[in-house]
């Protein structure tokens, strides 16, 4: 069964377009009969994800840091979870688990996890890259200033070796091909 990382927003302060947009991954990925590996929140587009998800019929993965669990922030939607120490154990844990990596819009934890697979992948540890769902245009600031990074030679090789960008689900089915 293919593993579908998903690295997304906990908040729920944000435009409704975001919840749809992630609600349309959801539902992709549930009716694909593939599996969500997330970060086990209940709020924001983490929660929207899952909920979608489930009600298409896809099976889900919840990677839970204890802080989460600390504070009763765990969704009641995962079929399994995964219990982590930390953020940086959750991140590992996700680009472990995940045939592919989705980053839908969010904010400094999704940016953390961005540019932590990036950098994981830049030095051997994994081959996977990032495909953003780039909602609304929401991560063109970032990949312009990855692209004038790379540039002034900060980044060794192709940014096509670490990351792809959809902006719909046609384009993310394209990408997606097994």
């Not at 694909?32 to 009600?55: F, H, I, Q």
């Not at 959750?90 to 819009?105: F, W």
Request: charged share 20%; net charge negative.
């Amino acid at each position: 069964m293919i593993k579908i990382g998903v690295f997304c927003a906990a908040s729920a302060s944000i435009d409704e377009s975001y919840f749809e947009s992630a609600s349309q991954v959801g539902k992709w990925i549930g009716e694909n009969g593939y599996t969500l590996v997330y970060g086990g929140a209940d709020m924001g587009l983490m929660e929207c994800v899952a909920k979608a998800t489930k009600a298409s019929g896809g099976n889900i993965i919840g990677v839970v840091p204890t802080k989460l669990e600390e504070n009763d922030r765990v969704s009641e939607l995962p079929d399994q979870i995964v219990h982590t120490q930390n953020l940086s154990d959750r991140k590992d844990e996700i680009v472990a688990l995940s045939d592919y990596l989705i980053a839908l819009p969010g904010g400094v934890g999704t940016l953390d996890e961005i540019f932590h697979t990036i950098a994981a992948a830049s030095i051997g540890y994994h081959h996977k890259k990032i495909l953003f769902y780039n909602t609304n245009g929401f991560y063109n600031t970032l990949l312009k200033a990855l692209s004038e990074i790379a540039e002034k030679g900060f980044i060794r090789h192709s940014l096509s070796d670490y990351y792809d960008v959809v902006d719909s689900l046609d384009q993310l089915t394209e990408r997606i091909r097994i």
